[in-house]
């Protein structure tokens, strides 16, 4: 159990049978009444924030992230499937569950996926990856005004901005948290 004063960036907490994660917290102490922890909080499964005061001798469950590292292999239009990198056992995810990951993903690529009760809630890509250039407009030579961008389609269909120099063909690296082209490779 822990108890809501004990709350800090990164811990995870169940409430009402739901994993979350503290965002943001302040102890406050108001000069009349009780002490209360303001806290901001993010369920795990849903993504959804959420803003509450908890008195600071609440408990809570500690909810048990567990987290590894595994391959992405391939994807049989349906589901996608991730390889565990020590146990070698394959595990199927639907689109819904790799939305947001799949689009800077490879085959064989690695990525991390967390895991609440045995069952798969957020595939993470690395953090930098380098993706060749399928699609792009070419460049007009001139045209350097500064911060200039046009929109390139990568090898997995992500869809990004870079500068007017990439063309296609070029191997681009990419900042997977902001989907940001960082420099070309």
Same mark, same amino acid.
């Given at each position: ?35 209360? !922890?303001?806290?901001?909080? /993010?369920? +795990? %499964? ?7 005061? $908890?008195?600071?001798?609440?408990? @809570? ?36 569950? !790799?939305?947001?990951?799949? /689009?800077? +993903? %490879? ?7 967390? $895991?609440?009760?045995?069952?798969? @809630? ?36 992500? !869809? ?26």
């Amino acid at each position: 159990m822990i108890s809501a004063s004990d709350f800090r960036k990164g811990v995870t907490f169940e409430m009402n049978g739901e994993p979350y994660v503290v965002l943001d917290f302040q102890h406050v102490k108001p000069g009349k009444g009780a002490a209360f !922890v303001r806290t901001k909080y /993010k369920n +795990l %499964k849903n993504g959804g924030t959420r803003e509450e005061a $908890f008195n600071p001798s609440d408990k @809570f469950p500690k909810a048990h992230i567990e987290t590894k590292e595994m391959q992405y292999l391939y994807s049989d239009g349906e589901l996608y499937y991730f390889m565990d990198n020590e146990t070698f056992e394959q595990t199927p995810l639907t689109y819904e569950e !790799v939305e947001d990951a799949i /689009k800077f +993903l %490879k085959e064989n690529d690695n990525a991390t996926i967390k $895991f609440y009760h045995g069952k798969p @809630f957020q595939v993470d890509p690395p953090n930098f990856v380098e993706l060749q250039i399928t699609e792009t407009e070419p460049g007009v030579k001139g045209d350097t005004a500064s911060n200039v961008t046009k929109t390139a389609t990568v090898e997995t269909g992500a !869809v990004i901005h870079v500068p007017l120099f990439v063309n296609e063909g070029d191997t681009v690296r990419i900042d997977t948290r902001t989907g940001e082209y960082m420099s070309r490779v």
